[in-house]
């Protein structure tokens, strides 16, 4: 398909032209659309992760609703400056997961739309890696600059 890029300052701004039909689609976040979605004003029509979500029950994947392969999310993580201890890091990363294990946390950010996985430090730097050479690689194919 062909697309036009439209920028806006926010998501806030973003989600308002496309209620008001101004433009005819949006990758956003499950949290910010959600209260929209029961009103009739907007229509979900599949979710960017590789697997189905609980955040959006019933919904496809875009991979397997014609582009496969596609799969975009938003890894979110907690970070120390570089050289922290690993006695700290490691306290950190056993209170953190702790505390996302907490049904009544998990709740929250559900209801926030969000998905909490508390994975390991390492684990959170082959996401990393893997995202800046996916996104690196497509930046350079399309020519994207500043």
Excluded: C
């Excluded at 929250?108 to 739309?113: A, H, R």
């Amino acid at each position: 398909i062909q697309t036009v890029r439209v920028s806006y300052k926010g998501t806030g701004p973003a989600l308002i032209a496309l209620i008001g039909a101004q433009v005819q689609l949006m990758f956003p976040n499950a949290g910010s659309v959600r209260p929209h979605l029961g009103t009739g004003k907007l229509r979900a029509l599949a979710v960017t992760s590789a697997q189905p979500s609980p955040l959006a029950p019933g919904l496809p994947t875009l991979s397997s609703s014609g582009v496969p392969g596609y799969e975009s999310g938003v890894p979110f993580g907690i970070f120390v400056p570089a050289h922290t201890p690993l006695v700290v890091v490691s306290r950190l990363h056993r209170e953190i997961v702790h505390i996302l294990g907490s049904a009544d946390i998990r709740e929250k950010f559900f209801n926030l739309g969000v998905e909490t996985v508390g994975g390991t430090p390492s684990e959170m730097e082959v996401i990393l890696r893997s995202e800046m050479t996916k996104w690196g690689r497509l930046i350079k194919e399309v020519g994207i600059h500043e």
